[in-house]
């Protein structure tokens, strides 16, 4: 009886063993995966440092020049429409550096956000990677264009921040004024984080449709769950909206609503997508 337990011990012991090993494993895939998109990082942050020039004049301060595309798209929407005031005369703020290591860090920051940015869609390729080996061949079937969806989803977020709310917040917040005796005088970091928080913050929530695949693929979202919570959804994705902008302008939060309200409709559609292929593989499963 001891023996046999010796021996029930002893096999314990080597799938403990086992499982420590396959723990220890993916804990080294793991570390060579973060290993390389770190790498990735630096690779395209030196980019943006050898470009500095283009990257600051023509991507940071865009949105602070007048001849940006989507106030000269907002002047000629003016001129056919006659409504003089939407056209954007002035950006009345001027941007300092308050602190000695402000404009280095500024370099450092920004060139670290574009890397970022561009190297988006090579982390997600990683995320794949390390996810791939735990799935089924149907769920890597199911989940093929993942890094080509969720990158054009990103990208077409950041681009709406980018071109459409980071203006029209820069635009409102610069145009109040209180009193004459006050003069707009913004940190340099300040700016930057403006910018990247609402241009990345939107490419994050436009992300929503792979959020909801996955979820609907977990069993955790329904499409109609979903449609039943079309009304929470809303006052959800109003807050979010006005977290978000950081202006108090109903028209930009309005702005930055619309496109989550869409984006919220297509997920639906994705998860119904989702049920229905669940469903027809239920049925050819017990018909087999």
């Given at each position: 009886m001891?023996?046999?337990?010796?021996?029930?011990?002893?096999?314990?012991?080597?799938?403990?063993?086992?499982?420590?090993?396959?723990?220890?494993?993916?804990?080294?895939?793991?570390?060579?995966?973060?290993?390389?998109?770190?790498?990735?990082?630096?690779?395209?942050a030196i980019l943006s440092f050898t470009f500095y020039d283009f990257v600051f004049n023509q991507i940071i301060m865009g949105p602070k020049n007048l001849d940006f595309w989507t106030?000269?798209?907002?002047?000629?929407?003016?001129?056919?429409?006659?409504?003089?005031?939407?056209?954007?005369?002035?950006?009345?703020?001027?941007?300092?550096?308050?602190?000695?290591?402000?404009?280095?860090?500024?370099?450092?920051?920004?060139?670290?956000?574009?890397a970022v940015a561009l190297g988006f869609p090579y982390l997600l390729f990683e995320v794949w990677l390390f996810v791939k080996p735990a799935l089924t061949a149907r769920e890597q079937k199911s989940a093929r264009g993942f890094v080509f969806y969720a990158t054009l989803?990103?990208?077409?977020?950041?681009?709406?921040?980018?071109?459409?709310v980071v203006p029209l917040s820069i635009n409102f917040l610069a145009n109040i004024s209180l009193s004459a005796e006050i003069t707009n005088q913004i940190t340099i970091d300040n700016y930057l984080s403006t910018v990247a928080?609402?241009?990345?913050?939107?490419?994050?929530?436009?992300?929503?449709?792979?959020?909801?695949?996955i979820l609907s693929k977990l069993?955790?979202?329904?499409?109609?769950?979903?449609?039943?919570?079309?009304?929470?959804?809303?006052?959800?994705?109003?807050v979010i909206a006005a977290v978000i902008t950081p202006?108090?302008?109903?028209?930009?939060?309005?702005?930055?609503?619309?496109?989550?309200?869409?984006l919220y409709e297509i997920s639906i559609m994705v998860s119904s997508k989702v049920k229905k292929e669940k469903e027809l593989k239920e049925k050819e499963f017990y018909k087999s």
């Open positions: 001891s023996s046999k337990k010796l021996i029930d011990a002893i096999k314990e012991k080597g799938k403990n063993i086992e499982a420590e090993m396959s723990f220890f494993e993916h804990l080294e895939v793991l570390r060579w995966h973060i290993i390389r998109s770190v790498i990735a990082i630096i690779v395209f106030y000269r798209m907002m002047c000629k929407v003016a001129d056919v429409l006659s409504l003089d005031d939407f056209c954007v005369q002035r950006i009345p703020f001027n941007i300092i550096s308050t602190e000695l290591t402000g404009q280095f860090m500024l370099q450092i920051n920004s060139c670290l956000l574009m989803l990103f990208a077409l977020g950041a681009l709406f921040g980018y071109y459409i928080t609402l241009s990345l913050g939107c490419g994050i929530v436009f992300l929503l449709p792979i959020l909801i695949f069993g955790i979202m329904t499409p109609q769950f979903m449609r039943a919570s079309r009304r929470y959804a809303a006052v959800i994705i109003l202006s108090a302008d109903v028209i930009t939060m309005l702005t930055v609503a619309a496109p989550m309200f869409l």
